[in-house]
């Protein structure tokens, strides 16, 4: 017989009760990684009841033969085909052009300034491109570049105190979105001053913007795989439209893959256009219904 002395009982009931709490770390444990697990599979899947963009039909694809690196903006004129991509494995910055009609590239311009080498969206008006250009990080800095679209000279430019990533231009106004567009700086262009910044009146983080009419028209994501298109009465700013948008594929890395307006918007009256891969990149058509 074995008997066990009041040290003996007391050396068992500590490891009894270590061997407990070691037990319940071990749920716990598992409980959290089983729910972060499942948070993260919702969050990676999209809406079923989400196609590639709601209350719009895919007229066709048109590839772009030439280089880009990762695409941020798109605009288009009658001929060409703008889009900005940022190269950030060697902190370059470019705007490229391409014809409408065939895909072609046409040419290239390096808009690196300094530090500053993230061109963003991307808008034309007249015949003037405009485009931001920041440092790639947030509360950081930026400069609006107005660029001719037919000799390709800059013909001014301005700084700003924060990271701009999109910007719509209109004959008078600029509105240029921050780091996820989550502010909107307002410029008036007869005096080249900010007018006022106001939050966006949406939760899209903003990557394309122009002007429509009376409305800014706005794309971007909301998560890695889905995003909206949003139509904005100005100045109001109220939310007057938007269209969600599904993923375009798998999710990959270096923009290979997520939503559809994840970057380059551009649109027509109904022809809606975007560019959401990188470099080889495809320029989606869409013509919406309503």
Not at 200 to 225: C, E, I, R, Y
Request: charge should be positive; proline fraction near 5%; aromatic fraction near 8%.
């Amino acid at each position: 017989m074995i008997v066990m002395g009041p040290q003996t009982r007391v050396f068992c009931g500590g490891k009894n009760q270590m061997i407990r709490m070691i037990r319940k770390v071990i749920r716990t444990g598992l409980t959290t990684l089983f729910l972060v697990v499942s948070c993260l599979s919702v969050a990676a899947t999209p809406r079923q009841s989400v196609g590639p963009i709601e209350h719009a039909h895919l007229l066709g694809a048109l590839r772009l033969d030439g280089e880009l690196f990762h695409v941020q903006g798109l605009a288009l004129d009658d001929r060409r085909i703008w889009v900005t991509s940022v190269d950030q494995t060697n902190h370059r910055g470019y705007i490229h052009a391409f014809d409408r009609a065939s895909g072609q590239f046409l040419l290239r311009l390096e808009l690196t300034d300094g530090d500053r080498y993230h061109p963003g969206g991307i808008s034309i008006s007249g015949h003037s491109i405009w485009v931001p250009v920041a440092e790639l990080k947030p509360n950081s800095s930026a400069v609006l570049v107005e660029i001719d679209a037919d000799s390709l000279q800059i013909r001014r430019k301005f700084s700003v105190a924060d990271h701009l990533g999109c910007v719509a231009a209109s004959e008078r106004t600029l509105v240029a979105g921050n780091w996820d567009s989550q502010l909107l700086y307002v410029f008036d262009l007869a005096s080249n001053r900010l007018v006022k910044v106001v939050p966006n009146p949406s939760q899209t983080h903003f990557q394309d913007m122009k002007f429509v009419g009376g409305q800014l028209v706005a794309g971007g994501n909301v998560s890695w795989v889905s995003g909206t298109v949003d139509w904005i009465d100005w100045p109001t700013l109220k939310i007057a439209r938007t269209l969600r948008t599904g993923a375009i594929g798998p999710i990959r890395p270096f923009g290979r893959g997520g939503p559809y307006t994840g970057e380059g918007m551009a649109i027509e009256g109904r022809e809606l256009f975007v560019l959401p891969e990188d470099g080889p990149s495809r320029m989606f058509h869409f013509r919406l219904d309503v």
